[in-house]
């Protein structure tokens, strides 16, 4: 697009100061007429560009003028204000956002903006929960990844108290919306999930960055593992035809659907990271899926209902009168 080549001529000339048509046509892979149209073209259009004849001439902005244009395409910068304009934004980045829509050319003003109304984010889960209390401390560690400072970590991990320990941190991973932490340790690369972080206290100290260190790698392999642990015992069952549905829509992707049996239930298997977690995800389902192995599944199974049993016990379940 000719507005897109104009401003690339426009940053060529803010960087050299003055240019030649020459240059400017094997900068940007043109012609030497169609770089002399663009040059006069910017001339013509109020920006302060002006051409010197003879030996050390060319073309130069008036007193060594500048611009505010950012070099971004239209495309680049509808893509950057989608993802950065959300109208629930932190109020930092919300600044950020004004001050760039600011910075662009007023041609462009009214598409960014359009695009910072374009979306927004709901920082409350389907129980009205916040899913972003951990933004608190996101600040803290991002400025620590970027500066490189070592910090004091406290955490409290699933079914512990809270404690404290002295960390590396080597990046911040976001996935399927919930932000983790990725730092070196005493006892190697480990994640750490926002949401339990209790405080961050700089040390002042560097961080220890490993060698060839890559956080995306870092992050398959930490996540890799932890997704094996995920999948340690698989449970194959038979469900019902109305709950299966139910059955995906509670467990997504651990749950694998084979073929429909003789008697009209259908075959499934059931993923989880042990027998007891697996049986407690499929005990609520009651009669509606029974599980054929393996036997440990089973017998979880048997002393939840055993359980249930002796303490609803005399209990009456009395329908709707709908039903």
């Known amino acids: 697009m000719r507005a897109d080549r104009l401003v690339a001529t426009l940053l060529f000339l803010q960087e050299r100061g003055r240019v030649t048509v020459a240059e400017v046509a094997a900068e940007l892979e043109v012609s030497e007429r169609t770089a002399r149209r663009d040059l006069e073209a910017l001339a013509a259009s109020g920006i302060p560009v002006y ?70 984010v709901d920082a409350t889960d389907w129980s009205r929960n916040a899913v972003t209390a951990d933004a608190a401390h996101r600040s803290a560690l991002q400025g620590a990844v970027v500066d490189g400072i070592r910090v004091r970590l406290g955490y409290a991990g699933v079914g512990k108290p809270a404690g404290e320990r002295n960390v590396d941190p080597l990046g911040l991973v976001a996935k399927a919306g ?89 075959e499934v298997w059931v993923d989880g990271p042990a027998a007891k977690a697996v049986a407690g995800h499929l005990a609520g389902l009651g009669a509606r899926v029974e599980v054929l192995e393996p036997p440990e599944v089973r017998q979880w199974l048997a002393r939840i209902a055993a359980e249930l049993k002796g303490l609803y ?7 709707p009168h709908n039903q």
């Open 178 to 266: 919930v932000d983790y932490l990725v730092a070196g340790t005493d006892k190697g690369l480990r994640t750490f999930r926002l949401s339990r972080v209790t405080s961050v206290e700089p040390t002042g100290e560097p961080v220890v960055r490993p060698p060839d260190f890559d956080l995306a790698t870092a992050w398959r392999t930490l996540s890799g593992a932890f997704q094996d642990g995920m999948y340690a015992v698989t449970a194959r069952a038979r469900v019902r035809p109305d709950t299966l549905a139910l059955l995906q829509r509670f467990l997504g992707g651990r749950v694998r659907v084979g073929g429909q049996l003789p008697d009209g239930w259908t």
């Open 51 to 120: 051409s010197q004849r003879g030996r050390g001439g060319g073309w130069s902005l008036v007193g060594g003028a500048r611009t505010n244009l950012t070099g971004l395409t239209a495309d680049e910068i509808r893509a950057l204000f989608l993802v950065a304009g959300p109208l629930s934004a932190t109020p930092e980045l919300r600044t950020t956002v004004r001050k760039l829509v600011q910075a662009l050319p007023s041609t462009l003003r009214a598409q960014a903006q359009a695009a910072t109304r374009a979306g927004v």
């Open 313 to 319: 016990a005399g209990e009456e379940l009395h329908a």
